[in-house]
């Protein structure tokens, strides 16, 4: 690999993700991905079983701003978020958004319905009960204990993706 290192910029006093991948000790769960494009840990603004999000390492805030290496890696990276997801928890499908509005750092939001949920407790019905960061969804020590899961299937895989050779 060469080239110079991607760091998160200086705006850390008004970034909370940055500030995440910045702070000396990890997010709660630890980070299940971590390189120098990427990191992925539980969802930071609610603690929700099988909720996982996706960040850039540098300070980007669209998706327009990935630069080569980080477009050509997210692919790969999300797919293994995704099986990650479903062997973990079963489930039959993952749901992904990225909005952006409240923290502007490039960030995608990747999580599985609860297992057997009915159909009021799947899809939209379930992407507005996070929107709305309701209450009854927060599992800390689940979310904890899933993402140990997680993170032990993603530590016995390997690299989602090759370095990409456009470096
Ligand atoms: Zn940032």
Redesign the pocket.
Known sequence: MSGSRPT??A??ET?T??DRVLAPTPPPGGWIHRDHRWAVSGHPGLAVPGWLALQTVR?IATFAELDEPEALTLGPLLREVSRWLHRATGTDRTYTYALGESVR?VHLLVGAPPAGADPDSRGGPLLNRIFGRDPTLIDADGSVVLLAKIAALAAGEPKPYPAPRCE
């Open positions: 998160p910029s705006t850390t970034c993700l940055c300070h750092h």
